[in-house]
């Protein structure tokens, strides 16, 4: 499955939509083909009323080619509705397929960089394209090419033979070669757009620096030496990528051109009616293949957004489910000698990790970063399993549950907890389904949100994308609240005070802790400061000579 | 939509340049197309090859030869253009530092928008005009009747198009900014998967998905129905003329008023006339996109900038004073009416809550920003009359997050004096706690930094930003500006952070601008802006 061509792949996804997309090529090759019968009736009209036959001898005709003008654009529109209703369609399949299998593979390692989500987003969405430009242009190319092929060796067989060289030379081999001959030149501006891109952010977003030590001019002189070399390669290409262009007006030109000599060396067979259609036929039939350069400029990028696509689609689920197991008697939180890592042959990011954590008790777990404190989030959100060792809930071994179910009882908020682009209501909602507008507010008021958030229309606030219509601040309390109402047994808070000013940051701690107090608490935090609220502090180190973790110490309760 | 700025072809020597050499070129095809017709329906209705065989050949090795001769400069002008383009925006940024950022993306990918534009659309345009105008020509000599049926549909095209877009616009636009709001949906939901998945959502959420996806269709198909019908219109008309000028011409040559070759040369035209007109149509996505690209360019050389001021180096200033300013972001004031003096070789520590001015009182000592009323005076002089360069030449300045550039750590640190020895080089360094950062990177002085210098951390790039200051120092600047130098540290590293900047501000005229008072002792005086009545009442 995996070895096959990313494209047939694609193309394999819209299968459930096959009749809309076979009644759209239909309709494209109606269109073209009704061009092409166009010009041929006409020949044929004209060339027989030249001989000044009775009236009713061209009536068939004459009807016949008004149709065909009405034919086109009638089959071209219906073309157009019809595969981009199907390509939607599809593409409605895919993106919930997508999202299917990416809630079960990991959310967190994937999520690191947003530039990663926006092309999975794209690399979806490009299947439509495919779709639409990508397979609906040659097929019809296929359907309307074997019927004109078909007509013209009907006339000549020599002439139908040469057009269907022609077509194929200028449809298939020129495009597919001016493709591959297009791919040098796509590398070499992409490393020169690269250099330029660098310097072009060292020169704006360093700016200020810039400006203070006199140093812009020299920056400014580098972005022009590298535009210089990226215009360079662009217009020393360009005598190649013209190439296409230029062998398709060839390829078309001769084509006509030797129909013509055949054509009238064979004129005493065909007489000026056959002549006529059999040249005026070669002359329409390119615009068959005409789409056909820019499907094979496409599929290149097309390839590339299904071999990433399928990437995601064909990775394994994170989390299995084991069998049940006995369950012990131990309330709280147990982990014992939790080992994780990201791949077989990559170093440990947890190693040997113990902890104990009965109800009701809060900790912090600190770290330098990269020591695995977002790992251990990500295996108590049920994100990932461990690698070895055991994750235990109130006895009940967590990887014998169903995800959803741990969620249930371990909860909070996630790294870079995602705000909504939505109200601050519906934000809210997610975490509890069908809570009044009273449960919301009490909640808000436990964060210290009420009041910021009541200029801006209290629940109903809109949060903008990514919740950039909030400040840092209260983006970190609504995600809190949101903890809050979810209320699971075991709050774990993964940096919650991340990407916020020192004084922010002190004041969302404070109430942090003022509303987690009674519960039990997972803070996971690089900043020590102010943490002498809690039951005790867990530092975790990097893995290597010194022990992985030390035992949460047991401290008399500071509360 | 207007189909070509003006400020193009004003502005960009290579538009005009594109502009003529298309036109010549698309002069050449139309009198290849017109020669091409007029010798295939005289071979067709002769059926002799005499002549015709050696010189139809010659012409489609010329049309072919012009095709790829059109592509290939139109491709280099797009290049041209382009470069010319950016080279005037980055020039006429860098002076304003405040819309620097958006600019990069304009200044790369936005203007690959216009590679389409001028390469494929302008071209098609120019012989949207000729070929249609030279058929008509030629028609009109052989057969009026057929001239007076492509004459009166071909103007229909464009007319029903303007109606069709005039009559759809509001409407079209209307739903597009519907359907971005549902694509964003997809991207905001993939985003937020984390998220959903800690809530037990996620299986809601795709379906959610679906639903979402399938109103996207039902809008967007909405849309197609009334954005296909100008292509319909157009494809509709092309086509029919074809079909009635092919019975009007039978027809006459049914009755004997024509003759075999005109009417097959008035067949073989009428199309071509049409089909220029169908290219720009097929091109007009990427005629928009050029289009809004070189509006955006415009719009931002169109912003001013503030004019540089000259003038002779400025000595040592022995005091700097703010007289009364007042400074707004937008319609929120953060420094009103503040007086302050700052004595030669004294440390003023600066401290107050987050939005309370203190990163705009070194902007302006900097002169990224002028005062919106008050003035800030050198030894009496208004600042804003020195020279800004020589002035910066007085300045170390230690920014909250400096930027760091794809060279190496060396060339980071005498961004300022690229004449430097390595042995100062390496001094400084020293001073401002590098030296064991230089032992741990590969190539010590010689590593480079990567984009944004990330091969250091955020305490590493303090520290390359406090030794530009030492080097700034040891080249006689008197005068030291810090912002928040030690606020994304840990406090191991911002201990030694805090000691290396004791010794930079030693004898220098020196602001700290900090949110906690932990500074107090190195400073000779504070200024609390949260105190500062003017501005309190304010806020």
Known sequence: ?559 | MRPLDPRLVRGVAAVRVHLAVVVVLGMATTGLILAQAWLLARTIATAELAVSVAALAAFAVARAALAYGGETLALRSAATVKSALRRRLVRHVVDDPHCAGEVVTLATRGLDALDDYVARFLPQLVLAVLVPAAVLVVVARADWISALVIGLTLPLIPLFMALVGWHTEARTQRQWRLLERLAGHFLDVVEGLPTLALFRRSRAAAAQIRAATDAHRDATLGTLRIAFLSAFVLELLATLAVALVAVEVGLRLLYGHLDLETALLVLILAPEAYLPLREVGARFHASTEGVAAAARVFEVLERPVPAEVTGPPVPAPRVVRFEGVSLSHGAVPVLLGLDLTLAAGTTTLVTGRSGAGKSSLLALLLRFTPPDAGRVTVDGRDLAELSTREWRRLVAWVPQRPHLFDASLADNIRLGSPDASRAEVARTAERAGLADVVAGLPAGYDTRLGERGTRLSSGQRQRVALARAFLRRARGAPIVLLDEPTAHLDPATADGVRAAVADLVRGATAVVVAHDAGWADLADRVLDLDATATVGAAR
């Open chain 1, 1 to 559: 499955m995996t070895g096959r061509d990313p494209l047939l792949r694609m193309i394999a996804l819209a299968r459930p939509r096959g009749a809309r997309f076979a009644l759209g090529v239909l309709a494209a090759a109606v269109a073209t083909a009704s061009a092409v019968a166009l010009l041929a009736t006409a020949a044929w009209l004209i060339a027989t009323a030249a001989a000044q036959p009775p009236i009713t001898a061209l009536s068939v005709a004459v009807v016949a080619t008004r149709a065909l003008g009405v034919t086109r654009g009638v089959a071209r529109y219906l073309e157009r509705l019809v595969t981009h209703d199907a390509a939607l369609r599809t593409l409605s399949d895919v993106r919930v397929r997508v999202f299917r299998r990416l809630a079960r593979t990991e959310p967190v390692r994937r999520f690191r960089s947003g530039d990663l989500v926006t092309r999975l987003v794209g690399d979806t969405d490009a299947t439509q394209d495919l779709l639409i430009r990508g397979l609906t242009p040659p097929a019809a190319a296929l359907v309307t090419g074997v019927g004109v092929v078909a007509l013209s060796t009907a006339v000549l067989l020599p002439g139908g033979v040469l057009l269907a060289a022609g077509l194929l030379l200028g449809g298939v081999a020129v495009p597919l070669l001016a493709a591959a001959a297009g791919r040098g030149p796509g590398r070499r501006a992409a490393a020169a757009r690269a250099k330029l891109s660098t310097a072009l952010v060292d020169a704006l977003h360093g700016a200020p620096d810039l400006h203070v030590h006199g140093a812009m001019d020299a920056a400014v002189a580098r972005v022009e030496a590298a535009d210089a070399a990226l215009t360079r390669v662009a217009r020393r290409d360009a005598t190649l990528l013209g190439l296409g262009s230029g062998a398709s007006a060839l390829v078309a030109g001769l084509t006509v051109w030797g129909t013509l000599v055949l054509g009238v060396a064979a004129v005493d067979g065909l007489g000026t009616v056959g002549l006529a259609v059999l040249v005026l036929t070669a002359l329409a039939a390119f615009e068959i293949v005409a789409p056909l350069p820019a499907v094979a400029a496409r599929l290149g990028g097309l390839r590339a957004a299904g071999t990433r696509l399928f990437d995601v689609l064909d990775t394994p689920p994170a989390v299995t489910r084991r069998p049940a197991a006995p369950v012990r008697d131990e309330p709280g939180l147990r982990i014992r000698g939790l080992r994780v890592r990201y791949g077989p042959g990559e170093p440990w990011v947890l190693d040997g990790l113990e902890l104990d954590l009965p109800p009701g008790r809060r900790i912090a777990v600190v770290g330098p970063s990269g020591v695995g404190k977002s790992t251990l989030a990500a295996v108590l959100f049920r994100f990932r399993d461990p690698d070895g060792g055991t994750v235990h809930l109130d006895g009940v071994d967590v990887t014998t549950q169903d995800p959803d179910e741990v969620r249930r009882a371990i909860g909070g908020v996630p790294a870079d907890p995602h705000v909504f682009d939505a109200t601050v209501r519906a934000n809210l909602l997610l975490a509890r389904p069908g809570a009044t507008d009273a449960e919301l507010t009490a909640v808000l008021d436990r964060v210290r949100l009420t009041a910021a958030l009541a200029p801006a229309g209290g629940l109903d606030a809109e949060t903008g994308p990514h919740g950039d219509r909030l400040s840092g601040g209260m983006r970190t309390r609504l995600a809190l609240a949101r903890a809050l109402l979810a209320d699971p047994r075991v709050l774990v808070l993964d940096e919650p005070t991340a990407h916020l000013d020192p004084e922010t940051r002190d004041a969302v701690l404070a109430d942090v802790l003022h509303a987690t107090r009674g519960r039990t608490l997972v803070l996971i935090t690089h900043d020590r400061a102010g943490l002498d609220r809690l039951d005790a502090v867990v530092e975790l180190r990097p893995p290597g000579p010194v022990p992985a973790a030390i035992r949460a110490a047991p401290r008399p309760a500071a509360r």
